[in-house]
T-cell receptor
Framework: NAGVTQTPKFRVLKTGQSMTLLCAQD?????MYWYRQDPGMGLRLIHYSVGEGTTAKGEVPDGYNVSRLKKQNFLLGLESAAPSQTSVYFC?????????????FGPGTRLTVL | QQQVKQSPQSLIVQKGGISIINCAYENTAFDYFPWYQQFPGKGPALLIAIRPDVSEKKEGRFTISFNKSAKQFSLHIMDSQPGDSATYFCAARESTSYDKVIFGPGTSLSVIP
């Protein structure tokens, strides 16, 4: 039982390049989330999904797209990377979205955009 | 209205001492307050959580105190250990709003021997 895994762990991009971050969970959770973590700002929600085939915008969705074609996977895409997207990205999942469900976080992807 | 404020930004405590981290919120619709612990290079993990219908919740050495009227809550770590050195995030959410958990900016705790 691996929990929540993220690929890759590190990535360096040049401005304008594109990439996809992969999140996978083996806990059969319905809800999945993408956050970004920046120094002094905590975690901010980018996009989330309440089930296979559904996605919705979070607090800071601009410049990102997501897809959830399979229940266990949640992909985060950057179509044209910008230096402002340099951050650590965390994926999380939870059984449902209801309290007191716990969000289980992956280990993170550190992205640098030059 | 959506912000969660957290202090201090960093904290150094001697082994065996008490670590105290404070948080405050404005949105009175928030009704669930989790705390997360994050070790370097790892994702956050739920540590302890509280609802505003109780003033205190204790789990082992970790205690949350909640003051609903002041809209403040705090984490106390008793008998702090070097293994507690991590970043701690308070958070707040509306239990009916499944899509949003508002995190504080975090407190970096170092427990020195």
């Amino acid at each position: 039982n691996a929990g929540v895994t993220q690929t890759p762990k590190f990535r360096v991009l040049k401005t304008g390049q594109s990439m996809t971050l992969l999140c996978a969970q083996d806990m059969n959770h319905e809800y999945m989330y993408w956050y970004r973590q920046d120094p002094g700002m905590g975690l901010r929600l980018i996009h989330y999904s309440v089930g296979e085939g559904t996605t919705a915008k979070g607090e800071v969705p601009d410049g990102y797209n997501v897809s959830r074609l399979k229940k266990q996977n949640f992909l985060l895409g950057l179509e044209s990377a910008a230096p402002s997207q340099t951050s650590v990205y965390f994926c999380a999942s939870s059984p449902t979205g209801r309290v007191p469900d716990t969000q289980y976080f992956g280990p993170g992807t550190r992205l640098t955009v030059l | 209205q959506q912000q969660v404020k957290q202090s201090p930004q960093s904290l150094i405590v001697q082994k065996g001492g008490i670590s105290i981290i404070n948080c405050a919120y404005e949105n009175t619709a928030f009704d669930y307050f989790p705390w997360y612990q994050q070790f370097p290079g790892k994702g956050p993990a739920l540590l302890i959580a509280i609802r505003p219908d109780v003033s205190e919740k204790k789990e082992g050495r970790f205690t949350i105190s909640f003051n609903k009227s002041a809209k403040q809550f705090s984490l106390h770590i008793m008998d702090s250990q070097p293994g507690d050195s991590a970043t701690y995030f308070c958070a707040a959410r509306e239990s009916t709003s499944y899509d949003k958990v508002i995190f504080g900016p975090g407190t970096s705790l170092s427990v020195i021997p």
